[in-house]
């Protein structure tokens, strides 16, 4: 199992960003998805999640309103679109897959994990 993000980069503040993480080796459509980030000298914290039916999503609520996530199962990936994006935001984002259905704003809901893409925010 693979799962492979890609779509960061530097931005302003203000700008916007899309994640996507494919996922290769795994029934994609069975899985629950979900984004973490890690900035230096922090914890991994839960950003967004989406069952794998796609029909119900959560967030963090230092990214609601701003951020969303979607996934298309015909493509093997899930996306995450962060508008409005603000220093604080400055993160490795990390897509996680698991066949849990609740507490999916846990790390430990996900069975695999990607090496993650970074987001970097300039004021």
């Known amino acids: 199992v693979q799962l492979q993000a890609s779509g960061g980069g530097l931005v302003q503040a203000g700008g916007s960003l899309r994640l996507s993480c494919v996922a290769y080796g795994l029934t994609f459509s069975s899985y629950s998805m979900g984004w973490f980030r890690q900035a230096p000298g922090k914890e991994r914290e839960f950003v967004a999640a989406?069952?794998?039916?796609?029909?119900?999503?959560y967030y963090a609520d230092s990214v609601k309103g701003r951020f969303t996530i979607s996934r298309d199962n015909t493509k093997d990936t899930v996306y995450l679109q962060m508008n409005s994006l603000k220093p604080e935001d400055t993160a490795v984002y990390s897509c996680?897959?698991?066949?849990?259905?609740?507490?999916?704003?846990?790390?430990?809901?996900?069975?695999?994990w990607g090496q993650g893409t970074q987001v970097t925010v300039s004021s």
């Open positions: 989406i069952r794998r039916s796609g029909g119900s999503t």
């Open positions: 996680a897959a698991g066949l849990n259905y609740w507490s999916l704003e846990r790390v430990s809901a996900y069975k695999y």
